[in-house]
């Protein structure tokens, strides 16, 4: 399909223009007009770049893209040599941040819950993209740091108390751990995000409500693959995924 007919698309599914955002969503880097296929990954970087070309990928569809707010403008370093590499292969880039949290079905946020047995009930923090409900079947805070540990492939790190039984959750991947106090004003018994700051451990053991920081990569690898999925079977696009071992 034509590469602006699948970059309008995305951006009227995903609503980019009702986010306030800390980089550009959409087209951040044009490479050829035709998308046979479509690489995605959670962040562009040249290790995902290479093997995205050798691939034979026409498009890459990230979740962590480039031109961050307050970061240097210039295009040196390595953002010299990844979009350099980019335009070299006329492969382009397409990056959606806050949008890919907040979607309904192929949100960060919203396959995290599927994979997680969360049932979100509504919505709170920055534009509505952290969530909070409860678990499908409620658990001790050790048992379920297991099970997410089994999910994820990644052990997370759990502040609370082990035996606690956790029924009411807030959720929000990536680098959400600034909302923890809004979760715990919302009576839950545990907030899961990708990241801990320090004093959220002494508001985790001074409120009584869990935290467990299961990484920023480690939450945010389920929405870009189910809005890739999507894409290859609306459009009859070949897809693949390309994940980085990285435990962050």
Not at 60 to 70: E, K, Q, S, T
Not at 76 to 82: A, E, H, L, S, V
Not at 120 to 141: M, N, S, T, V, W
């Amino acid at each position: 399909m034509r590469l602006l007919e699948l970059r309008d698309y995305i951006g009227s599914e995903l609503e980019v223009n009702r986010f306030r955002d800390y980089c550009p969503n959409g087209l951040q880097v044009e490479g050829r007009a035709e998308v046979h296929r479509i690489a995605s990954a959670v962040t562009a970087s040249q290790a995902v770049l290479e093997s995205a070309v050798a691939w034979g990928a026409d498009a890459i569809l990230v979740h962590h893209g480039y031109f961050w707010r307050g970061e240097d403008a210039t295009v040196t370093g390595i953002k010299k040599r990844r979009i350099a590499y980019l335009l070299q292969n006329e492969v382009s880039l397409l990056a959606y941040h806050l949008p890919l949290d907040a979607h309904r079905t192929w949100g960060n946020n919203t396959q995290l819950a599927q994979r997680l047995g969360l049932i979100e009930a509504g919505r709170f923090g920055e534009q509505d993209i952290a969530c909070h409900g409860c678990l499908a079947q409620p658990k001790l805070l050790t048992e379920w740091a297991k099970d997410i540990a089994d999910s994820m492939q990644r052990e997370p790190q759990v502040i609370g108390d082990l035996q606690r039984e956790i029924k009411r959750v807030a959720w929000c991947s990536g680098a959400a751990q600034s909302y923890f106090m809004q979760a715990v004003e919302l009576g839950v018994d545990a907030f899961i995000t990708g990241e801990i700051s320090e004093q959220n451990v002494h508001i985790a053991h001074e409120t009584g409500v869990a935290f467990i920081s299961a990484g920023h990569h480690a939450t945010e690898r389920y929405g870009v693959q189910a809005l890739a999925a999507h894409l290859a079977e609306q459009f009859q696009l070949e897809q693949r995924f390309f994940d980085q071992d990285i435990m962050v």
